[in-house]
């Protein structure tokens, strides 16, 4: 039981780091309806374009070493004898990875946040709230998205 607590830190862990400044996903400045909504030229586009780009490559490099480093932790917790020191070495390493792709996420989000105006800025905001309102269930457990039946537990 412990073990699925830990487990289930360790993934709600990651989930974090996103929702810590949530944007709309992937390259939102190209969909028609919020280019519209938020009036962005063509030049504000090509600068997101430019601004996404350059983080790109570290972005997707940080997202994989979080990943590899999750996986060597599982590894480390379901050993039959946890290893303490191995342990928490491990999770420091993840601790630096989750901050380091926190880190790079934010800095793109500031950068983007350069190309906007103050208008443009708020309108996106409020874009985002309207997708995320109360009346609109999204993500597992809601009604559009049923939980998948769980397996049976196992004995030990």
Do not use: C, Y
């Amino acid at each position: 039981m412990k073990r699925m607590l830990i487990l289930a830190a360790l993934v709600a862990g990651t989930m974090g780091v996103q929702a810590q400044h949530e944007m709309p996903q992937g390259r939102w400045w190209r969909r028609p309806a919020i280019a519209a909504k938020l009036e962005l030229t063509r030049e504000q586009q090509q600068k997101l374009d430019e601004v996404f780009q350059n983080a790109a490559n570290e972005l997707i490099d940080a997202k994989a070493d979080v990943r590899k480093i999750q996986v060597a932790l599982r590894a480390e917790l379901e050993r039959a004898t946890v290893r303490r020191d191995e342990v928490r070495r491990v999770g420091a390493q993840l601790n630096a990875a989750r901050a380091k792709l926190f880190d790079r996420e934010l800095m793109m989000l500031v950068d983007m946040r350069s190309v906007l105006d103050e208008h443009q800025w708020t309108q996106l905001q409020e874009a985002r709230e309207s997708v995320r309102a109360p009346d609109t269930p999204r993500g597992p457990g809601s009604p559009r998205h049923p939980r998948p039946p769980r397996p049976p537990r196992r004995e030990r």
